[in-house]
Each structure stands twice: as C-alpha cells, then as structure tokens.
C-alpha cells in the first residue's frame, strides 16, 4: 500500500532549529513536496525535491534519500509565525497523483 | 498572475440539500484536485480533474462528484449533504506534469447543520 508517516506534533524554541520527519512508501516516486499551512488557511508551497540532497532555501532547507524513502524539512532561526502545520506529499505515480501525509503541527515557544 | 480563486469561500447549508463549489485555477494551468479538511485532520483527495478529464479519484461516496470546463475552471458538487461533510474544501491548479508544484485557492468553509 501508500503510506506517508510525519511526527503527529513537535515544539520547538523560538531562534532554535528543528527537523520535520517524512518517511514514505509508495508505489513510484516522481517527487516530493513540503507545504506549510498556518490554521485556517490554506497550504502554501515550500519545496520540491526529485533527487537525492538537500535543497536549501532560506531559513528553510529539505533533504530527500529515494532509496531510503525518507525526507525532511530543516528550519533555521525559528520564529513565532513558524508555527503551523507542515505536510509532506509524495506524487507516487506515473498518474501524477500527490499521496498527503497527515501533517506535523509545529509549536514554537518563546 | 491571480492565484487559484474558490467561491463561494462561506456556506451554510441544511442536512439533506446539495451544495456546488467553484474553482477558477491560475491561468495557463490544466490541472484541478479537490480535497476536503476537517479540523486537525490532513488533506484527504476527492479527485483531479486534467484537460476537463478525471483523472485521478479518491476514496470518497458518489455523493461528491465534480467536473472541469473547458476553460479548466471546476465544480464539484456534494449531494444529499450529510454532518459529516462539514468541512474546509479546497482546490489546487497546476500546469499538470509530475514536477509542477501544486497551487492552492483559499477554500470554501462548508458547514452542514
């Protein structure tokens, strides 16, 4: 089957760093996608990675290992609006479907 | 470039009627997914709609079905409106291809009462 398992919640201090988990199982890969989504509003783009490595943008950096089926986000000099619900996605087909891990919530404390 | 446009984004609606939800995409993009969210839980996929074309379905009941025009805006319609259904709905464009980043609108709030 399809799986995607993300930490259900992490807390994390404000200037710290913190790393979000993604591990997945999926029939294919055709690439990996991080989104954030504040409460209430709606997912907002922050990765993609195909290859192996580690993409860094910003505060926010994102590692994939295909053989692994593993991922994670990294996010530097954390700030009080870093606090939100990030969600890893997988297209897993050659249909292009994206498969939604259930999201880690992300409490940042002062 | 307007981004990804849902209305209405606010509906009350009784259990029993039916409601239609709009997605207009950003321009230039084929690609339309419906997914619904209720509070605290993850994204769970309706279906995907590419070149006014199903092309992808979730697990949901026939009461939740939709259509994309040939302009590539979408509906998606729930009948026979249940409890359960009360939820955020949202709608994401793409140009399609397997490494486009998807684009989400802001969503339509259903609530069922």
């Known amino acids: 089957g399809q799986n995607i398992d993300q930490p259900t919640e992490m807390t994390a201090t404000e200037g710290a760093i913190v790393q979000i988990n993604c591990t997945y199982q999926t029939s294919g890969f055709n690439g990996l996608f991080w989104y954030q989504q504040h409460a209430g509003e709606a997912p907002t783009f922050l990765s993609y990675n195909v290859l192996d490595g580690l993409e860094e943008k910003g505060r926010f950096s994102s590692f994939l290992s295909r053989s692994k089926g593993y991922s994670y986000l990294l996010l530097k000099e954390l700030q009080m609006k870093d606090s939100a619900s990030y969600l890893c996605?997988?297209?897993?087909?050659?249909?292009?479907?994206?498969?939604w891990g259930a999201g880690t919530k992300l409490i940042i404390k002062p | 470039k307007a981004g990804v446009t849902q209305t209405p984004r606010y509906l009350i609606k009784t259990r029993g009627q039916q409601v239609t939800l709009s997605c207009s995409p950003i321009s230039g993009h084929r690609s339309v997914s419906w997914y619904q969210q209720t509070p605290g839980q993850g994204l769970q996929f309706l279906f995907e709609y590419f070149s006014e074309t199903q092309r992808n379905k979730g697990n949901f009941p026939g009461r939740f079905s939709g259509r994309q025009f040939s302009n590539s805006r979408s509906e998606m319609n729930v009948s026979t409106l249940e409890l359960g259904d009360s939820a955020l709905y949202l709608c994401?464009?793409?140009?399609?291809?397997?490494?486009?980043?998807?684009?989400f609108g802001e969503g339509s709030w259903l609530t069922v009462v």
């Open positions: 996605a997988v297209r897993a087909r050659s249909n292009y479907q994206l498969i």
């Open positions: 994401a464009s793409s140009m399609g291809d397997s490494g486009n980043t998807i684009y």
